[in-house]
Antibody
Framework: QVQLVQSGAEVKKPGASVKVSCKASGYTFTSYDINWVRQATGQGLEWMGWMNPNSGNTGYAQKFQGRVTMTRNTSISTAYMELSSLRSEDTAVYYC???????????WGQGTLVTVSS | VIWMTQSPSLLSASTGDRVTISCRMSQGISSYLAWYQQKPGKAPELLIYAASTLQSGVPSRFSGSGSGTDFTLTISCLQSEDFATYYCQQYYSFPRTFGQGTKVEIK
């Protein structure tokens, strides 16, 4: 079955960077886009961007342009989301999601809590 | 950017009730709309895509309707496991915006 397993919780200082991984299994990694979505505590869902694991093509929400980079390593079926210049407002749970259809969110990782605190 | 207005933000209901949640777009998106359910501490789950197509395994008491700018999620007979937060999302264009969410709580 399709599974996305994300890396563990992180605590970072303001100004630092964080890189979250998302390891896929149960399907051909290069077949489906990967989306990244985040959620601050008690808040709604915020779409950050997407990546095509086959081509490496990416698209980012304007809010994160210049600060986010989505990459992949196809040899280990893993996608990465790196967010730089962290500030307290970036404290959130970060999710990767994938799926067969255009929505590409049939399957979700378990989430990674990133805490930004001095 | 396509803006979405989801309402209500909070809905108090009882088991067995019929509930509806609305999602309105700032511009037409054909039927490129999805609905998700999220429970505390869990990742969202896809319920409906293409505005009205039920994701595999989702109970038939959930239904979606609408096209263009106005969409509705209906739960025909609320069950205890349906108390959760629901989000709409458009995937007509980038960025893939979400609605603000509707929390369905026990009355």
């Amino acid at each position: 079955q399709v599974q996305l397993v994300q890396s563990g919780a992180e605590v970072k200082k303001p100004g630092a960077s964080v890189k979250v991984s998302c390891k896929a299994s149960g399907y051909t990694f290069t077949s489906y886009d990967i989306n990244w979505v985040r959620q601050a505590t008690g808040q709604g869902l915020e779409w950050m961007g997407w990546m095509n694991p086959n081509s490496g093509n990416t698209g980012y929400a304007q809010k994160f342009q210049g600060r986010v980079t989505m990459t992949r390593n196809t040899s280990i079926s893993t996608a990465y989301m790196e967010l730089s210049s962290l500030r307290s407002e970036d404290t959130a749970v970060y999710y990767c999601a994938t799926g067969e259809g255009i929505v590409a969110t049939d399957y979700w990782g378990q989430g990674t809590l990133v805490t930004v605190s001095s | 950017v396509i803006w979405m207005t989801q309402s209500p933000s909070l809905l108090s209901a009882s088991t067995g009730d019929r509930v509806t949640i609305s999602c309105r777009m700032s511009q037409g998106i054909s039927s490129y709309l999805a609905w998700y359910q999220q429970k505390p501490g869990k990742a969202p789950e896809l319920l409906i895509y293409a505005a009205s197509t039920l994701q595999s395994g989702v109970p038939s008491r959930f239904s979606g309707s609408g096209s263009g700018t106005d969409f509705t999620l209906t739960i025909s007979c609320l069950q205890s496991e349906d108390f959760a937060t629901y989000y709409c999302q458009q995937y007509y264009s980038f960025p893939r915006t979400f609605g603000q969410g509707t929390k369905v709580e026990i009355k």
